[in-house]
């Protein structure tokens, strides 16, 4: 099990339909199904949605003040293919939100320890 975490700083392009819209592209894209979406906009400004996948979920929280998007994708199955997956989910989210800095976090849960 692993799961992504981005953090994507500078981002100008934040309207709410076109990053949900651009979101399911992506997990077409990448091959993954959607079972369910939850939303809720905030006011003035924000948005935070997440599918939960058959393969896992992503979350996207967005606040437009800070000029900063969070993205959290987690994957049930460990597979030699997250990787694969992650390293598109980076591109893409570079491409959509052309964020000027981008922090990457890839934790591996099955190396996680309990204290």
């Given amino acids: ?40 906009e905030f006011f003035p400004h924000g948005l935070t949605f997440t599918m939960i996948l058959v393969e896992g979920y992503i979350t996207i929280s967005t606040w437009p003040e800070k000029r900063t998007v969070q993205i959290d994708l987690f994957l049930n199955d460990s597979d030699a293919n997250d990787v694969n997956v992650f390293s598109n989910v980076i591109d893409q989210a570079k491409s959509v939100f052309a964020a000027s800095e981008i922090e990457v976090v890839i934790i591996d849960r099955d190396e996680m320890r309990s204290y």
């Avoid at 399911?24 to 939850?38: D, G, K, Y």
């Fill in 1 to 40: 099990m692993h799961s992504l975490h981005l953090k994507l700083m500078g981002v100008y392009n934040f309207d709410s339909k076109q990053t949900m819209n651009r979101t399911f592209t992506l997990v077409e894209e990448l091959e993954l199904h959607v079972r369910n979406l939850t939303s809720h």
